[in-house]
């Protein structure tokens, strides 16, 4: 029973020291943003047709007049652009 108890507890160091050297990042906590000192990694926008909020990151972007306007997706842009052209 004693050498049962033992050879748990050495198997169960030795599984923490090869669980620590093998995966080193795992004890530590992860930053929400993943960038350092907590800065904004991106902001949120709204696309001006759907009114879905999408990272501008991912945008598609449009200049008309030097406007410039992001879209959630090139669909979005280009149903934007074609009511533009039937309002003039």
Do not use: H
Not at 12 to 40: E, H
């Amino acid at each position: 029973m004693i050498k049962f108890l033992i050879l748990f507890v050495v198997g169960y160091l030795l599984y923490r020291s090869m669980k620590t050297w093998m995966f080193p990042d795992a004890r530590q906590k992860k930053n929400v943003s993943n960038n350092a000192g907590g800065q904004i990694d991106d902001v949120m926008i709204k696309d001006p047709l759907c009114e879905a909020y999408f990272p501008q990151r991912n945008a598609v972007n449009l200049e008309i007049n030097g406007n410039v306007y992001y879209f959630c997706s090139k669909a979005c842009r280009d149903k934007f652009v074609a009511r533009q052209s039937d309002e003039t």
